[in-house]
C-alpha cells in the first residue's frame, strides 16, 4: 500500500512570498490533517478534511493560510504571505473514517522563511 | 485542548525503563502514541480506547486510565532503536480530531 505523499521536501522563500505545499493521501482515506511542526514542539493541527469538507480549522490562520481538497482526495496548503514564525515542518496525514484507525504521516515539507 | 505530557525529556542506559504520561483536561475517547526520530515523520505504536485498556508492542505497552483521563507508555529493557521523541495524540467522544502533546524526548545510552 502506497504512503502519504508530500510535496516539496524542501523549501526556501523570502518573508512576504507565497508557498504551496501538496498532499496526497493513502487512497480510500476520507480524513485528512495538515499539521505544523516547529522545531522542538509537537505537530499542532491547522486543518481537518473528511472527504472535501473542512471538519476543523480553529487553528488555522486563516489571514495568511488557506487549504483545500478538491474532489475529495489530494489536498493543498497555501500560506500568502509567508512570515519567518511559518518557519517549520508541514506535515500531512491521513485515515480512514473508523475512530479507532491510526493515522499515517507523510514525510513532511520543511520549510524555512528567511 | 492539547494533551500534556510528562517528563519532558528522558535519559536511560540501554536496558533500563522509562514511563511517559499523558494526561488530559477533557473526556479522552482514544490516545494514540507515535514514536518520531530526528528529520523523519512520526510512526504509530498502538492505539487505546476508552475503557482502561492495556495494550502491548513488543517490549512497548500502554494503559489507559479512563478516570484520570490519562495514558502511560511503558518502555521496558529499552534499547538504542527506543531513542526519540514520544508524541501522544488525543481524540475525545465521536471526533476525529486528532491533537498531539509537546513531546517527550527519549535518549538511550549505551
Known amino acids: 500500500e502506497a504512503g502519504v505523499a508530500q510535496s516539496p521536501r524542501y523549501k526556501i522563500i523570502e518573508k512576504r512570498q507565497s508557498v504551496a505545499f501538496w498532499c496526497n493521501p493513502i487512497?480510500?482515506?476520507?480524513?485528512l490533517y495538515w499539521y505544523q511542526q516547529i522545531l522542538g514542539q509537537g505537530p499542532k493541527l491547522l486543518i481537518q478534511f473528511q472527504n472535501n469538507g473542512v471538519v476543523d480549522d480553529s487553528q488555522l490562520p486563516k489571514d495568511r493560510f488557506s487549504a483545500e481538497r478538491l474532489k475529495g482526495v489530494d489536498s493543498t496548503l497555501k500560506i500568502q504571505p509567508a512570515k519567518l514564525e511559518d518557519s517549520a515542518v508541514y506535515l500531512c496525514?491521513?485515515?480512514?473514517?473508523?475512530?479507532?484507525?491510526?493515522?499515517?504521516f507523510g514525510q513532511g515539507t520543511r520549510l524555512t522563511v528567511v | 485542548q492539547q494533551p500534556v505530557q510528562s517528563p519532558q525529556a528522558v535519559i536511560l542506559r540501554e536496558g533500563e525503563d522509562a514511563v511517559i504520561n499523558c494526561s488530559s483536561s477533557?473526556?479522552?475517547?482514544?490516545v494514540h502514541w507515535y514514536r518520531q526520530k530526528h528529520g523523519e515523520a512520526p510512526v504509530f505504536l498502538m492505539i487505546l480506547l476508552k475503557g482502561g485498556e492495556q495494550k502491548g508492542h513488543e517490549k512497548i505497552s500502554a494503559s489507559f486510565n479512563e478516570k484520570k483521563q490519562q495514558s502511560s507508555l511503558y518502555l521496558t529493557a529499552s534499547q538504542l532503536s527506543y531513542s526519540g521523541t514520544y508524541f501522544c495524540?488525543?481524540?475525545?467522544?465521536?471526533?476525529?480530531?486528532?491533537?498531539f502533546g509537546q513531546g517527550t524526548r527519549l535518549t538511550i545510552n549505551p
Open positions: 477533557k473526556a479522552l475517547y482514544s
Open positions: 487512497s480510500g482515506h476520507a480524513t
Open positions: 495524540g488525543t481524540s475525545h467522544q465521536g471526533a476525529q480530531k486528532l491533537v
Open positions: 496525514a491521513s485515515r480512514t473514517y473508523r475512530l479507532n484507525t491510526e493515522a499515517f
